[in-house]
């Protein structure tokens, strides 16, 4: 599935349906509908440019994971080569192939609000960083880049704040604007950054700066757009998490880039930025919460620094570590398919819970579909009547189902509290919930 491989090779885009054509090479494919698909390998580091990349991970021809699709639609998306690669120069893992984000994020149907986790989590967010940094400003300037559906900026209006986001759903951006939080639907771009003609007391970027086809553009425009004394606060997935965990599933098109604490300060620098303080979230089964100001002004505080010591104490920014991450994924897949091939033997009745992005990573990953999974169970109502790409599950919305499984298999795996919380009458009642990921952070 991994080890070894160096890069050199130019992989087209596969579509599912036979009858689609495709051109090796170009990243390019023709769908039965006449939809061309184009996408690119990469030629060097997405943050140092250096070319020595080798393979470590090879999750095969995948899908789009947020390519829900309608019951004509079936058997028509395209898969694309998901394999993550890792940079010798300055270890940062990375996809080696873009899918255009004009395909993955111009609309989509995940919704921030969704989740009353997540929602607490930006709340959170927002009062540390209007006590720290936002003390005696009048009405202090908010930017959120990838905005969603506001969720993020209601919490930081409620606090006085100007807020204005920027995301490029069209779908979510109006749901943000009927409730009150002004958002522009377009990617941010450094032209837009000079168009909004001002700059921000706060920037926020929450996971979406590891999503960033033109990196260095964007991190530029960022840096333009804060203030001399402003504040970068930027979360992501945390790397080192991702492989204690074993939470492959959170390897998908729409993330190209997985960080590290040292990995992104490489980033940043290269910029005129740096990372001055972080925490640890259990929000998504592991993210680092990261403040980050112009280069100089700040230095780096004490519990940055015993992160990133403890990263180097670690070794995960080597490349052992993913090797060994290969090595446990494909064990994780055996144990996950015993247990699938034990509720088929049993004839149990398994449902899935919820239908995150990352889910059809694993899904398809593991190969199982609608015989193993007879629906998955949604809140999200954008996902109503939906299928999951490449596996073709159907979604169910929670409100319309009429009886239990006896079984979940629980994708949305890094709200296992909330979940667990919600659903205890059917825990007393014996239905199993069973998480593929378990972290104790979830």
């Not at 530029?220 to 492989?243: E, N, S």
Request: net charge neutral; with cysteine; aromatic share 8%.
């Amino acid at each position: 599935m991994g080890g070894g491989t160096s890069l050199g090779k130019e992989e087209g885009v596969v579509a599912q349906d036979a009858s689609a054509r495709t051109v090796a090479g170009l990243g390019l494919s023709v769908c039965p509908a006449g939809v061309v698909v184009l996408g690119a390998p990469i030629r060097g580091c997405r943050v140092c440019d250096a070319s020595e990349l080798e393979l470590v991970v090879d999750l095969g021809r995948q899908p789009w994971c947020n390519h829900f699709l309608r019951a004509h639609e079936l058997g028509t998306e395209p898969r694309y080569p998901l394999r993550l690669v890792y940079c010798h120069a300055c270890g940062t893992s990375q996809l080696d192939y873009t899918v255009p984000k004009e395909t993955m994020f111009a609309d989509h149907t995940y919704l921030s609000g969704t989740t009353h986790s997540l929602s607490a989590h930006f709340r959170q967010v927002a009062s540390d960083v209007a006590q720290r940094f936002l003390s005696g400003r009048q009405r202090p300037a908010v930017l959120d880049i990838g905005s969603n559906d506001g969720t993020q900026l209601k919490h930081y209006r409620d606090l006085g704040c100007d807020v204005l986001g920027v995301d490029s759903s069209r779908t979510s951006a109006a749901i943000a604007n009927e409730a009150g939080i002004p958002t522009i639907a377009e990617f941010f771009t450094e032209k837009l950054a000079q168009r909004l003609g001002r700059q921000f007391d706060v920037i926020n970027a929450a996971g979406v700066f590891f999503h960033l086809e033109d990196l260095h553009e964007i991190t530029a425009a960022i840096r333009a757009a804060l203030k001399a004394d402003g504040v970068f606060v930027v979360q992501f997935l945390y790397m080192k998490r991702i492989l204690e965990n074993v939470a492959f599933d959170q390897i998908y098109h729409e993330h190209l880039l997985y960080y590290n604490l040292q990995t992104i300060q490489t980033l940043l620098r290269r910029h005129g930025l740096e990372m001055f303080d972080a925490y640890l979230s259990p929000i998504h089964g592991g993210s680092v919460v990261g403040f980050v100001g112009h280069r100089g002004r700040l230095p780096v505080g004490e519990r940055l620094a015993a992160l990133l010591a403890a990263e180097e104490a670690s070794g995960c920014n080597k490349l052992p570590a993913y090797r060994t991450f290969a090595q446990r994924i494909e064990q994780m897949k055996e144990a996950n398919l015993a247990w699938f091939a034990d509720a088929r033997r049993r004839g149990r009745r398994v449902f899935g819970m919820g239908a995150p992005a990352k889910g059809n990573t694993l899904l398809n990953y593991l190969g199982v579909g609608p015989a193993e999974i007879e629906c998955l169970v949604e809140r999200n109502e954008l996902r109503r009547g939906l299928y999951a790409p490449g596996t073709h599950i159907p979604i169910v919305l929670e409100s319309d189902l009429t009886s239990p499984p006896d079984a979940y298999y629980v994708l949305a795996w890094n709200f296992k509290r909330e979940i667990l919380a919600r659903h205890q009458h059917l825990v007393k009642q014996g239905v199993e919930f069973y998480f593929p990921v378990n972290p104790p952070e979830a």
